[in-house]
């Protein structure tokens, strides 16, 4: 085994190596790069070393600085991880050409399943069923529009080179075809430094089902069981699980198959997963087509340790270090089913605009696990509590886990765990996931990769918390606050005490972005009427101690915690949660003003391009820019008609979140 590995990677994939690593008394390097200088996994790590600045091309995709960092740190090894560095043919050859083990699968393996395109001819020609489409080399524009008319629409526009969604692009017409084409292209280059794509027939209703490989070098190759991914937002995973759900032990077993055929056609090493998409048949199973091999450990993979109690990264160590698998294909058993929730820095209610910031707060349930053994509810992070999310890496904070005996326990484990997950300073999707969880379609297995989309009433523009348990939170932590205040300083008492008569206070709020005009009345008996609108309820609350609070609203009694952050206040309660904003009237007038002028960037990024011009009028809904950031494309749009004044940036100029993008003046009625 061996004695020292670098880890090529960073986040929470980075921590997981490291944690395998450190049981098995093997000593590990981090690298980091400049924004990643007190990231966790430099301190997860026995040593750390410095790469570059802090875009991935100047640091983690750089695998000549790479490979000297891992022969200046005394490596014997060098893990990839996931993404980055994980499926560069050329990296991996220069490794072993250094006498460096690469922990994944030898380069021609890399190279022939690492191209979609190529792959798919591959697995043609091996008689593997393929989605209807374009595999071939040349990317001329015109030929590739001609063949998505060939094939019909909607077509689906994806990467060679990639995976995770990026670089992927559904289009419902053909005059949607040549933009589609172009911001694929973009964001396959810059995310994988290639921009070969392939166009193929979208499956209508599909399941993304994986199978989990994994080969050592004396020619053995089994299957660990599948994976269903098929809960995705922009093309990128939020829910997964293993086993399937409703896929037939017929299809199980044809579809493991042609994954270990898969992998030994192509003389595989190490751990791989074959995706398949399929769609449901008339008599209910399914079919299923080859879609592509991810040459590395997949995001979802403790899914899989956790119904096989595998530790896949130590499997990837010791057959890297020459050793057998450790089980036959016979010996592999699978219990009970898991499921992974991806919780991400981002804003749903807003297309799941990714969000930076600094987690002031992150609480996990619990009990919960960090490390891969075999306790659960499991978290996999490579951030802590105060650290910052940046703009230049992916936009995912943590991975909760859980299992259960059945699909249904491990349902009602993982609603729990997301309830007690606390996630503050920062829009994320913890509630969101738990709304999707919550769903009629996901609790009956109904799935398929537009489900978030089938699902969008039942997901999004619903608060997840009652006004009155928001406003109820926001009054309990005020209220808990001014009696500390009060029992420093008895002549601060602000609690509304008048010798005659009752008092009113006003909270003037914003729940989850949306105005809320709440009134606490103050009877003369010192009771208190929370007032919304015509309605009232009878109010008290009871600190409890910390964040945690008593509150009693009408008949109904709730336990909420709230955590406060100068007017910012963020309430959780067993049924939901709520950002509660308390605006500073001067601040909202002066943004209201700034409203009517300019275009802020709603993050920080790269401008890659303006799609108007200085002087042209707009509608409310136009696309005007596109800015990269967290390593995807996403488009600008005009929040009200207007004019085009003028332009700020360039293409290719960083924006700072907030920047003013361009001016846009309103355009009066009849102007032309």
């Known amino acids: ?111 022939a399943m690492g191209d979609k395109a190529a792959a798919k001819a591959l697995m043609g020609a091996a008689g593997v069923p393929l989605v209807p489409g374009y595999h071939g080399q040349d990317n001329d524009a015109g030929l590739l529009a001609r063949e998505a008319e060939a094939i019909g629409y909607p077509v689906l526009i994806k990467a060679s080179a990639g995976g995770g969604g990026k670089g992927m692009r559904r289009v419902e017409r053909a005059a949607d075809f040549a933009e589609a084409l172009a911001s694929c292209q973009r964001e396959a280059e810059a995310a994988f430094g290639n921009a070969h794509v392939l166009v193929e027939r979208y499956v209508t209703r599909p399941r993304h089902i994986e199978i989990q490989v994994f080969a050592d070098r004396h020619g053995n190759v089994i299957h660990l069981g599948e994976r269903d991914c098929s809960v995705q937002r922009r093309h990128q995973k939020l829910l997964e699980e293993s086993p399937a759900p409703g896929l037939s032990e017929k299809r199980r077993a044809e579809m493991g198959a042609a994954a270990v055929a898969a992998a030994k056609a192509v003389g595989y090493v190490g751990a791989g997963t074959v995706e398949f998409v399929a769609e449901e048949l008339n008599d209910g199973d399914l079919q299923a087509y080859f879609m592509e091999m991810n040459t590395r450990l997949q995001v979802e993979h403790p899914v899989t340790e956790a119904v096989t109690g595998l530790d896949l990264v130590e499997w990837q160590l010791r057959v890297a270090a020459g050793e057998r698998l450790p089980l036959t294909q016979e010996q592999v058993s699978l219990r009970g089913h898991a499921i992974e929730a991806r919780i991400c820095a981002e804003n749903p209610e807003k297309d799941f605009l990714p969000a930076t910031g600094t987690l002031r707060v992150m609480r996990w349930p619990e009990h919960a696990s960090f490390t891969p053994d075999a306790v659960l509810p499991r978290v996999d992070t490579g951030f802590g509590e105060g650290d910052a999310v940046s703009p230049y890496y992916d936009s995912m904070i943590a991975k909760l886990i859980v299992w259960g005996q059945t699909r249904a326990q491990a349902l009602s484990r993982l609603d729990a765990a997301l309830r007690d997950t606390h996630v503050v300073g920062l829009h994320s999707n913890v509630a969101f996931l738990r709304r999707v969880v919550g769903t009629r379609a996901f609790a009956t297995a109904d799935l398929d990769t537009a489900l978030i989309e089938r699902a969008r009433g039942e997901l999004f523009g619903r608060p997840s918390l009652p006004p009155q348990a928001a406003a109820a939170g926001v009054f309990a932590q005020v209220r808990a606050a001014e009696q500390a205040l009060q029992d420093a300083d008895p002549w601060s008492r602000r609690d509304g005490w008048r010798l005659h008569g009752g008092a009113q206070r006003r909270l003037d709020l914003m729940l989850d972005g949306q105005p809320l005009a709440a009134r606490l009345l103050r009877l003369h008996d010192g009771s208190v009427m929370l007032q919304i609108g015509e309605q009232r309820w009878p109010l008290s609350a009871r600190a409890l101690g910390g964040n945690v609070h008593e509150v009693q609203v009408g008949e109904r009694q709730l336990r909420l915690t709230v955590y406060a952050q100068g007017e910012d206040f963020s309430v959780f309660a067993s049924d939901g949660s709520a950002q509660v904003l308390r605006p500073d009237p001067l601040a909202r007038a002066a943004e209201l003003a700034g409203e009517e002028g300019g275009l802020g960037a709603p993050m920080p990024g790269k401008l890659i391009a303006f799609l108007v011009a200085a002087g042209e009028k707009v509608r409310r809904g136009q696309a005007l820019a596109v800015l990269e950031a967290m390593k995807m494309e996403h488009t600008i749009s005009a929040p009200r008609d207007g004019r085009v004044q003028e332009l700020f940036f360039a293409p290719g100029d960083p924006v700072a979140e907030g920047a003013e993008l361009l001016s846009l003046a309103a355009v009066e009625a009849g102007a032309a």
């Not at 090529?8 to 590990?28: D, F």
């Not at 790069?33 to 301190?43: C, E, G, K, N, T």
């Not at 043919?89 to 006498?99: H, P, Q, S, T, V």
């Open 1 to 111: 085994m061996f004695q020292k590995i670098l880890i090529a990677n960073r986040g929470e994939i980075a921590c997981r190596i490291a944690a395998t690593a450190r049981r098995l008394s093997i000593r590990t390097v981090a690298v980091y790069s400049d924004a990643d200088a007190r990231a966790r996994h430099v301190l997860a790590c026995d040593e750390a070393m410095h790469i570059g600045g802090s875009a991935p091309r100047e640091s983690y995709l750089v695998w000549r600085r790479m490979l000297d960092t891992a022969l200046t740190s005394g490596a014997q090894a060098v893990h990839p991880g996931y993404g980055f560095l994980s499926e560069n043919e050329a990296f991996a050859r220069a490794c072993a050409d250094a006498g460096l083990v690469f922990i994944g699968p030898p380069p021609q393996a890399i190279a």
